[in-house]
């Protein structure tokens, strides 16, 4: 049965001035281009640098479009797909399925982002969504699911992951990268060690099946701690998500030839303090690779999402909101309080 789409829709905007100044409007409902999909989005998932690209805290980055009326935010999850001239359609659906969904990740240099009701895409950039996630579950994988899986197998060919308990992995804090990436280190079978300054997250890290915890508020020098855990030889791959005032350290808790990852910046973008170690002397003394993780394409995302679908495996969901608190789900996220993902549901 064909669906009726309305001709007008609610979304969210910002200019880039603050989380207050956070908007809903009416708008048009887009259509769809050559090659383009219109979709109904059911689920947006939050990011921190959503949070940024709100405070006017992304310039670092040039894919953001100028404002004012940016709707932002990134990941989310589509019940159905219509493109011009063809009717109805799922790329993504199962065969049988009523219930016919794609998680995607919307490039902030599109006209739209997926704060929205509908937004517009390239048919390629849709993953089929697994079918034992919910709409909220499934929305947090464009981002958290492929982030995690780059920065623990970018340099793997794929259809052949990091596997093993001999391989270890160092997951700095418990967002929605940090507990993706525990999640499918745990369905790897590696080895996991997690820090966070809070017993509680730890302990809910332990429930996800972390090997080892760190509290890193109790044990200030937590990369001699990692280095104890591991009989001096250091972790193999680091989620590196603090920035300055974590990357020393993670140079100092890596084994020799392993991988950091840099994802996030928690602590600031400007090194501090007087002692600052040239990144070149670290990287050469254990013949590190430091490689920036932004995202992934979409068959390194269709690669983690089969993870996600053999192991069954349950996104981390702290706090779901309504659309129209989409400005206190900001908020919630911007406080830095959550264990895994927080959702607008649409």
């Known amino acids: 049965m064909r669906t009726q789409i309305p001709p007008t829709m609610k979304q969210w905007v910002t200019d880039y001035t603050g989380i207050d100044t956070l908007k809903q409007e009416e708008a048009p409902v887009p259509k769809p281009g050559a090659g383009e999909v219109l979709v109904r989005i059911s689920a947006v998932s939050l990011n921190f640098r959503d949070v ?8 670092h980055h040039d894919s953001l479009p100028p404002p004012p009326n940016v709707v932002p935010c990134s990941d989310f999850l589509n019940i159905s797909g219509r493109r011009p001239g063809n009717g109805n359609i799922q790329p993504n659906a199962s065969d049988g399925s009523d219930h016919r969904r794609a998680s995607a990740f919307g490039a902030w240099s599109a006209p739209s982002s997926v704060l929205s009701e509908y937004a517009t895409f390239p048919l390629y950039g849709l993953v089929k969504a697994p079918a034992n996630l919910s709409d909220e579950e499934g929305s947090t994988l464009p981002i958290a699911a492929a982030t995690a899986w780059m920065a623990i197998n970018w340099m793997q060919p794929i259809g052949q992951p990091l596997r093993g308990a001999e391989h270890i992995v160092l997951l700095q804090g418990t967002g929605g990268v940090s507990t993706a990436g525990l999640q499918l280190a ?7 060690i997690v820090t966070s300054s809070s017993g509680d997250k730890l302990k809910k890290a332990k429930e996800l099946g972390a090997d080892y915890l760190v509290n890193y508020r109790e044990k200030t020098e937590w990369q001699e701690e990692v280095m104890k855990l591991t009989d001096g030889k250091g972790v193999d791959v680091i989620f590196e998500q603090g920035g300055p005032a974590t990357l020393a350290k993670s140079f100092g808790c890596v084994r020799w030839g392993g991988l950091i990852s840099c994802i996030g910046y928690l602590s600031g973008k400007q090194d501090v303090g007087d002692k600052i170690v040239n990144t070149n002397v670290l990287a050469l003394r254990r013949n590190v690779t430091l490689k920036g993780i932004w995202n992934g394409p979409k068959d390194r995302l269709e690669e983690a999402v089969a993870v996600y679908d053999k ?29 895994g993902k927080v959702i607008v549901k649409v």
């Open 52 to 59: 940024e690209v709100c405070m006017g805290d992304y310039d």
């Open 186 to 192: 745990h369905a790897l079978g590696l080895k996991t």
């Open 311 to 339: 192991h069954r495996i349950k996104p981390v969901i702290d706090k779901t909101f309504a659309f129209n608190e989409a400005r206190e789900a900001f908020k919630y996220v911007a406080a830095g309080s959550h264990f």
